[in-house]
């Protein structure tokens, strides 16, 4: 057996020659832990030495949100009493050892859910696709009793993870053989326990419905083809703009959903031969309806049938040629993975990496490698190698050619939404309705303005149209509609509705009223109305209940009602998503990161942010979340000044550990009493010297600005599904009576979307307060408080019960 030595916990020479010694940048050093082990024999000291051991790690190329599951899985396991590892430089780290693998504390993760990439960086390794390599990365994690492991990557990450831990007892049989390690550490270190994150934008793993980084690629995305459009409409230019996306085209189809971009090129279903000359005849007809520009997006990994790549100067060229449109091309590459991630991304990243922790935590010697993913509203676990080879089966079956069989692979809303984009590009045409047969819908907005609302009008206009049917637009709501304000909507009205925020329609927030009742039903009857489609928040459904009520006295409701929801609060029942919240969620945290940085500047200052939302603290919750604030108060969970205090002394502990911001999001009507100036004064009295505090009422911004990536495709979602209800249901003859399953409002439920009669959930709602009586993210409350609040760790020895553990957090 070799002989021992001390430079064997490094990188010792019985495991890698000297020629490969892999050379690497150091990270800065970093302050020795709190709560560092020393090699004493102190009762704490055993007892810190018998907590269990994360490591974790970011491999492959970086993305936006793994600082967020970073921050979340950090942080959750040393709630649960766990000491974490962080291993700079992915596998490199891992096999180098040293000062790449350290030990962080509850604050080394503060200030890093708002910034981009990596913060412990992420690089290529080829040594750890050798045995030595792994065999060196084995040794590393035994010497700091290291037997669980985290790797946010992609597929291939993934799958070195897996391997690993396959040849984790042999590797430490060899240590031992070696005289690396003892038997006894091999004993203890007996099985490596493994969890899977996705970090990529591309959203190509199966398993999870979005991977981290994803959403906010789409952002990148849409803000550049939104900045295109004003220079191609001045110019009456053509653009070809290339995104990312070698496998799969998820970046590429729902960003064209969203931008109402004219042609759309991706790897997993190739266009037909004479593709070229169908395009060509789409942009002629969008030009010929009044669009000064088009719009082409095509996935780095766009082929044609015989898998020949279609290069983004190839669709120049052919415009260029056949129609003489002046076109220009935009690369944006690598810019889709900067930038600060998005709320989604954000509160994935929370969710998960705290789900992860759980995970591996919760592991043993006989559980295979799970994934952690979301799936609707759910965190979800996976077979990890399960994930890995549909994945890769995706990519091996566009490698043979077999891309009816790759995209029926590709997650169901996949495969609609190409559908959705081929009716709205008019890729294959239908029979011509014949004017006698024709279907009639009106369209209106009610309630408050929401993001998102303009973008579902017009899907909805060109799905009904290429239907060979008819819209009618409202304006101002029931108001208008009572009063005539109706005519029928063409393509040149709606041609730039997509990207644009507020209201085009005008809005209000009036129900129908019973002197309104009348002059609605007339106005039906008068323009022969088959359906109704009204999108808007609690309002709408509120006037849908009443319209459905209205029935026996007015035949003229006896049609077809849908509500789609559209509000930022998110307040709407029958629904856990409604356009609009998204954007301003996005808003909340891209204030939430300025006044971070002038509470930071100032170094003793805590930021008071008001948000809307009426009753419901969705945005307030999730605003919190995704923003690391240290507290969100709500409607729904009462609190006292009790709860005020706690979270005052929190904020103390906090300065006083060196951390000079603090940050309260409080919901404009949780409480009467405990209002905004109430609790900023509060806070600045007990702040004493510590720190200053100041107020930020958001007010009607959060309402404006242009749709998200995510409330753009939801309402295209939202259109295409509403569609297809009335296509189901709408008759051209009036119906004497009809059924309640007729009156609906159309949601997101976990991955589906569901219609549900308003008179079913009329019962399921808090008509006072405006609420719907389930909403599934106050399941996140606790997990909020967990990621915000700091424990002091050095408890005592047998008694981890008595360490200030909250009974209301329970993970």
């Known amino acids: 057996m070799a002989k021992r030595t001390s430079s064997s916990t490094s990188f010792g020479s019985e495991l890698c020659p000297p020629e490969k010694m892999p050379r690497i940048t150091l990270p800065p050093q970093s302050p020795q832990p709190s709560f560092a082990v020393s090699r004493s024999s102190s009762p704490l000291t055993v007892e810190l030495e018998r907590r269990k051991c994360i490591a974790v790690m970011t491999s492959g190329g970086d993305s936006q949100g793994m600082n967020a599951a970073l921050r979340g899985l950090v942080r959750m396991a040393m709630y649960r009493h766990a000491r974490v590892f962080l291993i700079y430089e992915g596998y490199q780290g891992l096999v180098q050892g040293g000062d790449l693998i350290k030990e962080t504390t509850w604050y080394g993760v503060s200030h890093i859910m708002g910034k981009g990439g990596t913060v412990i960086g992420t690089a290529r390794c080829k040594e750890f696709r050798e045995r030595w390599g792994r065999r060196a990365a084995a040794l590393n994690l035994v010497k700091k009793r290291i037997t669980n492991l985290i790797v946010i990557g992609g597929d291939g990450s993934l799958t070195g993870a897996n391997l690993f831990r396959e040849e984790w007892p042999e590797l430490l049989q060899e240590l031992v053989e070696e005289g690396n390690i003892s038997a006894q550490e091999q004993t203890e270190c007996d099985h490596l326990n493994i969890v899977g994150m996705v970090g990529s934008i591309d959203n190509d793993m199966c398993g999870t419905d979005m991977t981290l980084g994803a959403d906010s690629a789409l952002h990148r995305i849409v803000e550049a083809v939104d900045a295109i459009s004003f220079t191609a409409s001045s110019h009456q230019r053509c653009f070809v703009l290339e995104v990312m996306g070698r496998h799969c085209g998820y970046l590429a189809l729902v960003s064209s959903l969203g931008c109402n971009a004219d042609w759309c090129l991706i790897p997993e279903s190739p266009p037909s031969d004479n593709w070229e000359k169908k395009m060509c005849e789409q942009l002629c007809r969008s030009r010929e309806e009044g669009a000064r520009m088009n719009l082409i997006i095509v996935a780095e990994g766009a082929v ?7 290069s983004s100067q190839y669709v120049k060229s052919v415009i260029e040629k056949e129609l003489g449109y002046d076109t220009r091309i935009t690369v944006l590459g690598h810019v889709q993975r900067g930038g600060a991630p998005s709320a989604y991304d954000r509160l994935m990243g929370c969710r998960v990496g705290a789900a992860a922790a759980n995970a591996v935590l919760d592991a043993d010697k006989d559980n295979e490698p799970v994934l952690v993913g979301l799936q609707g509203n759910r965190v979800v676990q996976s077979p990890l190698m399960k994930c890995v080879r549909e994945t890769q089966g995706i990519a091996g079956a566009m490698k043979d050619g077999n891309f009816k069989e790759a995209l029926s692979m590709r997650a169901g809303s996949f495969v609609r939404h190409w559908a959705t984009f081929r009716r709205l590009s008019r890729y294959d045409k239908l029979p011509v309705v014949p004017a006698t047969e024709k279907l009639r819908f009106a369209l209106l907005h009610v309630g408050a303005p929401a993001a998102g609302v303009n973008t579902c009008t017009q899907a909805f206009f060109r799905l009904t149209t290429y239907h060979g049917h008819q819209v009618y637009a409202v304006h101002e709501g029931f108001d208008g509609l009572a009063k005539g304000s109706i005519q029928l909507l063409d393509r040149s009205q709606v041609l730039k509705w997509s990207v644009a925020g507020g209201s085009h329609l005008g809005t209000n927030r009036s129900l129908p009223s019973k002197e309104g009742l009348p002059l609605i039903a007339e106005q039906l009857k008068k323009h022969r109305i088959n359906g ?18 209205a029935r026996k006295d007015y035949p003229a409701f006896c049609i077809p009602m849908l509500n789609v929801a559209a509000t930022i609060s998110n307040n709407v029942p029958g629904t856990d998503h409604s356009m609009g919240c998204d954007t301003a969620l996005n808003i909340i945290i891209e204030t939430t990161d300025r006044l971070k940085q002038s509470a930071v500047a100032s170094r003793k200052r805590v930021f008071v942010i008001e948000t809307m939302g009426g009753h419901c603290g969705f945005l307030a919750t999730m605003g919190g979340l995704a923003g690391g604030a240290d507290a969100a108060y709500i409607f729904e969970e009462k609190f006292t000044i009790s709860d005020l205090q706690n979270d005052v002394r929190h904020l103390v502990s906090k300065f006083q550990q060196g951390i000079w911001r603090g940050i309260i999001l409080r919901n404009e009507k949780c409480s009467p009493y405990y209002t905004t100036d109430f609790i900023t004064n509060l806070y600045s009295a007990e702040g004493g010297e510590l720190f ?14 242009l749709p998200s990536p995510y409330d753009r495709h939801l309402g295209v979602r939202f259109a295409k599904c509403s569609l297809d209800f009335f296509l189901d249901h709408c008759t051209l003859e009036p119906q004497p009576q009809c059924s309640s399953a007729t009156a609906c409002t159309v949601g997101m439920r976990a991955r589906k979307t569901v219609f549900t009669p308003v008179s079913e959930l009329k019962l399921r709602t808090d008509f006072k307060n405006r609420l719907p009586l389930d909403q599934w993210w106050l399941e996140l409350r606790p997990l909020l408080r967990i990621l915000a609040k700091h424990r002091d760790y ?14 209301s957090t329970t993970p």
Do not use: W, Y
């Open 304 to 310: 044609d049938r015989q898998g020949q790549p279609i």
């Open 794 to 807: 050095h408890f005592k020895p047998g008694d981890l019960a008595a360490d200030e553990i909250e009974q």
């Open 532 to 549: 109704l489609l009204v999108i808007g928040g609690f309002e709408a459904f509120h006037s849908l209940c009443i319209l459905e009520d």
């Open 692 to 705: 200053t505090t100041r107020s930020n009422v958001l007010g009607h911004m959060q309402q404006g600005g």
